[in-house]
């Protein structure tokens, strides 16, 4: 069965500082991997997913994040944070073709700091 | 393209009472729909898939007696909590895969409920 980890609940970083919020990931196959944003009392909001080729994969709101096959990462960054980015991060991995059923991880909370 | 609705956003009801929320695929066709609920500061945790014109397919530990889905048609699936609790009381979201692009789920905003 697949899963998330998200070991940080919360990352605290300064205005306009580069910033990560980390994931690792277990499939027994091709993990299918993505991350969400939340908003307080909304729903998700997709930011960029990784299904192959390029590990770096660029998204919205000028977020990237990298697939580390060898160390089943799929960190999520930004190199320059905004007070506006401050949310709760979900990263989710559905294995196989398609999205499946997605298993998420435990959410990061973002706080970005002017 | 690819929005989501839920109605409603929020609803209070009564214990033992019934609640139904609706998850509308706007302007795509959804051969599939997913239902998470969410505890406060928690992540998600699916519930059921629902397939277009077929009978809902439920986690381990869902009662799909409480939790009834129904997925008439390509648009449209609804989740009825029957004979609410307050231990129901939880943020419910609805997500809808594309039947052309099903490398990708779209999230409603979530639905409120609280049963007093």
């Known amino acids: 069965a697949q899963s998330v980890a998200q070991p940080e609940d919360q990352v605290n970083v300064a205005e306009g500082n580069p910033l990560t919020v980390k994931c690792t990931y277990s499939?027994?196959?091709?993990?299918?991997l993505f991350w969400y944003v939340q908003y307080p009392n909304r729903g998700l909001q997709f930011l960029l997913k990784y299904i192959t080729g390029d590990n770096l994969v660029k998204g919205s709101y000028g977020f990237e994040a990298e697939f580390n096959k060898s160390q089943t990462s799929f960190h999520l960054k930004k190199p320059s944070a905004l007070v506006s980015d401050s949310a709760l991060y979900f990263c989710a991995v559905s294995e196989g073709q398609g999205a499946q059923k997605l298993v998420f991880g435990q959410g990061t909370r973002l706080t970005i700091n002017p | 393209g690819a929005v989501v609705s839920q109605h409603p956003s929020w609803v209070i009801c009564k214990s033992g009472t019934s609640v139904k929320i609706e998850c509308r695929s706007l302007?795509?066709?959804?051969?599939?729909m997913f239902w998470y609920r969410q505890f406060p500061k928690q992540s998600l945790m699916l519930m059921a898939t629902s397939n277009e014109g077929s009978k809902a397919t439920y986690e381990q530990g869902v009662e799909k007696d409480k939790f009834l889905i129904n997925h008439a048609s390509l648009t449209l699936s609804t989740l009825t909590v029957t004979s609410a609790h307050p231990e129901d009381s939880s943020f419910y979201i609805c997500s809808a895969r594309e039947r052309d692009y099903y490398n990708e789920q779209f999230f409603g905003p979530g639905t409120r409920l609280t049963v007093l």
């Open positions: 302007d795509f066709q959804a051969t599939t």
């Open positions: 499939v027994s196959g091709n993990p299918y």
